[in-house]
């Protein structure tokens, strides 16, 4: 079953950009790509990771990203967060929080 993933609007927004920003767990993301799709901001970018990225990761989720494509998903754009927390929502993983900045 899929879901239907809706871009947040700006009016779900709590707090100014700069106030908090997401902190994503590598561990656990496997490049869904759902906070991409519901961010009203455009902070976030999935790609695949750097061999460099890679190996900064322990042995299991190196293996699970491997195995999901090499994708994840990066805050490229983590100051313009405004804290609507769709991303938070929309992760499968559970692998976004906020910090406060
Ligand atoms: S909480 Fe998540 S979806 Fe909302 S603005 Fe911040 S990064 Fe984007």
Do not use: Y
Not at 72 to 93: K, S, T
């Amino acid at each position: 079953m899929s879901r239907v993933q809706t871009r947040a609007t700006p009016e779900e927004c709590k707090q100014p950009s700069g106030t908090v920003r997401p902190l994503i767990d590598h561990r656990r993301c496997e490049g869904a790509a759902a906070c991409a799709a519901v961010c009203p901001h455009d902070v976030f970018e999935v790609r695949k990771i750097t061999r460099a990225e890679q190996t900064a990761l322990p042995l299991l989720p190196w293996l699970k990203v491997l195995a999901h494509g090499g994708r994840q998903a990066f805050a490229i754009n983590a100051d313009a967060c405004q804290a609507c927390g769709a991303c938070i929502a929309a992760c499968p993983e559970k692998a976004i929080r906020l910090e406060r900045v």
